[in-house]
């Protein structure tokens, strides 16, 4: 599943709107999940994000580079269901509610790379969540994660957090590089 702005529609026809979670976003059951993002974008969904790439059998990815603001909730949410999920992000990213700004779940192996400023707000708004726990019902309930799963965090942006800097969890190795700065009112690396 390929997201490309605007959408295509004929000619006459008005863009697709109604009740959302992400603004923008692509699911896939059998094949990868992308998103890729160069621009400006601004949610304002209570509890949803601006961008997201769901995966149920395959990988998910994100690449995002600009200004995301999410007002009520996670600003980029990559998840894949069984298999690895990427997130490749630059510019500036904001998150006034939710669980993160950036949360990326992938059931066997997640991978995250921030070039980007990172700001939240909020009752304890983590930086970036990597995990390979995944929450398939979107409710907080993680389903294990497979034996063996790796996260990497490689971060050169600045994150400057009401909640956790960068949490991190997986059953297998998690390796966290950082050369960015991280200021967070909760745990730095969690």
Avoid: W
């Avoid at 008005?14 to 400006?40: C, H, K, M, N, Y």
């Amino acid at each position: 599943a390929i997201v490309t702005l605007p959408v295509p529609v004929p000619p006459g026809e008005v863009q697709p709107s109604g009740p959302v979670d992400e603004l923008i976003a692509a699911g896939a059951v059998l094949g990868d999940a992308r998103v890729t993002f160069s621009g400006s974008v601004r949610s304002k969904i209570e509890g949803g994000g601006t961008i997201g790439a769901f995966s149920a059998l395959a990988d998910a990815f994100v690449t995002a580079s600009g200004v995301m603001v999410s007002e009520r909730g996670f600003a980029l949410r990559t998840q894949a269901a069984s298999r690895d999920a990427y997130s490749l992000t630059d510019g500036r990213i904001e998150a006034g509610g939710g669980e993160c700004a950036i949360m990326v779940e992938g059931r066997a192996n997640s991978a995250v790379t921030n070039k980007a400023t990172v700001v939240t707000g909020g009752d304890h708004v983590d930086g970036i969540l990597a995990t390979a726990r995944v929450d398939l019902t979107f409710s907080g309930d993680r389903v294990a994660a497979l034996a063996g799963s790796n996260v990497i965090v490689t971060n050169s942006g600045t994150l400057h957090t009401s909640g956790d800097g960068i949490r991190a969890e997986a059953q297998g190795t998690i390796e966290i590089h950082n050369t960015g700065r991280i200021k967070a009112e909760g745990i730095g690396l969690h």
